[in-house]
């Protein structure tokens, strides 16, 4: 299949293209021949996460010393988009919760001890981390958690209960988030806190069913009495709401990553049909309707590209950008779920049938534009900013 977006932003080095081919080669042979199996599965193996650590490929956000490569945003949004281009939505749901959503708050804020202890595994894939924040009354308004941690002595101990959790279920690692001053109001008063599998009291009360992304699994989580040693507190108390806010850049990015890297698959597919399919004794390809209705997609997915590649060398090279990176992440997720139901058009009642690809990627998509960020969250970010 012929593939689009063939030259590269100017932020992509070289060792990102050797990473690229080698990522790509692990799509095709480690990936795609199971991919149906897991969507079936409701989860990733464990086995994906520690080929990818053999691979070199979980440690982009932490630093060298514990294992990581430390190859900062770019890298990441190109591992985004080339696990994306995978068409199988859960893979990249799963693996940038690890790679980009949760541990990274190690690598910012955990201790020196902490980090010992934890990243080296985590970067090696032996261990998957989630980040559970979202409560049931709480999901954008992040400042609307009630989960308490009160301090007893040597630990704290948790009440309170997490949904939408991905990693949830088969994850070893969760940073959780709690409110651990009850007079503070509103994003004043959360911390963060690592807890490992296996702590009594962590309980996974339901693996959830999601309308797409099948293959990453999806916790609900009740914290009961659930006992964590003062040692296991991550970053500063009280500031954790601002630790949540400050990594919402690498996970807009990634997010942008993997609707970029989607839409650039859906399209390619959507080409060799329309090219092939019969109808009124031509192709559809034959039909200026199908050509330019393909042709503004691309255009928009190109525009994706270079505005997300830029926002990305911005981050890199330390530069405010939550403007270019908010924008980035609106602009490719509502141009995803364009992208794909375009596509979809286009196949007709084919992709209609369960198990096709195109099927799957329509269900995959709908989450990317709210999920990550509801784009009308990200929208007052831009506004914010005019
Ligand atoms: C598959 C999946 C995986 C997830 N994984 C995790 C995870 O690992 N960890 C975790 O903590 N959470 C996770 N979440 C939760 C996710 O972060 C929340 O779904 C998200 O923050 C939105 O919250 P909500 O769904 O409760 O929507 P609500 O906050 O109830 O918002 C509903 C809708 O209201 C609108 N809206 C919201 N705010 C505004 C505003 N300011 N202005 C205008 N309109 C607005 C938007 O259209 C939004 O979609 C996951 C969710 C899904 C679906």
Same mark, same amino acid.
């Given at each position: ?55 070199? $490929? ?19 949004? @190109? ?38 202890? #934890? ?30 941690? *009160? ?18 279920? #088969? ?81 807009? @990015?990634? $997010?942008?990553? $993997? ?16 090219? &092939? ?31 997300? #590649? ?38 007709? *009642?084919?992709?209609? $049938?369960?198990? &096709? ?24 970010? *831009?506004?914010?900013?005019?």
């Amino acid at each position: 299949m012929k593939e689009l977006a063939q030259t590269d932003p100017a932020c992509i080095t070289e060792d990102m293209r050797m990473f690229r081919v080698q990522l790509r080669r692990f799509i095709a042979d480690e990936v795609l021949p199971y991919a149906d199996a897991w969507e079936i599965d409701g989860r990733i193996p464990h086995t994906i996460f520690r080929r990818l650590g053999e691979l070199g $490929m979980l440690g982009m956000r932490h630093p060298i010393e514990y294992g990581g490569t430390d190859m900062g945003p770019v890298a990441s949004v @190109l591992f985004a988009e080339e696990l994306g281009r995978c068409g199988y939505g859960g893979l990249p749901a799963s693996v940038l919760v690890h790679t980009d959503m949760a541990a990274p708050h190690i690598s910012r804020r955990g201790t020196e001890a902490q980090k010992r202890k #934890y990243l080296p595994e985590i970067i090696r894939g032996e261990k998957i981390v989630a980040i559970a924040v979202t409560e049931p009354g709480a999901g954008s308004d992040v400042a609307g958690l009630r989960t308490r941690a *009160v301090r007893d002595g040597d630990y704290y101990v948790i009440n309170g209960s997490k949904i939408y959790i991905t990693n949830g279920v #088969y994850g070893d690692i969760y940073i959780i988030a709690a409110r651990t001053d009850p007079h503070a109001k509103g994003s004043r008063g959360i911390s963060l806190f690592i807890v490992e599998k296996g702590t009594p009291g962590l309980v996974v009360a339901r693996k959830l069913e999601k309308h797409g992304i099948w293959s990453s699994d999806t916790a609900e989580l009740f914290l009961e009495d659930l006992r964590v040693p003062v040692a296991n507190l991550l970053g500063e108390e009280h500031k954790g709401f601002y630790a949540i806010m400050s990594n919402f850049q690498n996970e807009r @990015l990634v $997010m942008a990553g $993997m609707s970029l890297g989607a839409s650039l698959k859906a399209i390619e597919l959507t080409l060799e049909h329309v090219r &092939t399919r019969q109808a009124f004794g031509a192709t559809l390809w034959d039909l200026q309707a199908t050509r330019q209705r393909l042709a503004m997609l691309a255009t928009k997915v190109y525009a994706a590209r270079a505005l997300t #590649y830029e926002a990305a060398a911005l981050d890199a090279q330390g530069i405010d950008c939550v403007l270019e990176i908010s924008m980035a992440t609106i602009w490719d997720c509502e141009v995803h779920v364009e992208v794909v139901h375009a596509c979809l058009q286009l196949h007709g *009642v084919s992709a209609f $049938m369960r198990g &096709t690809a195109i099927e799957r990627m329509a269900r995959d998509s709908r989450v990317h534009t709210i999920g990550g960020g509801a784009t009308e969250v990200m929208l007052e970010e *831009v506004a914010k900013r005019l």
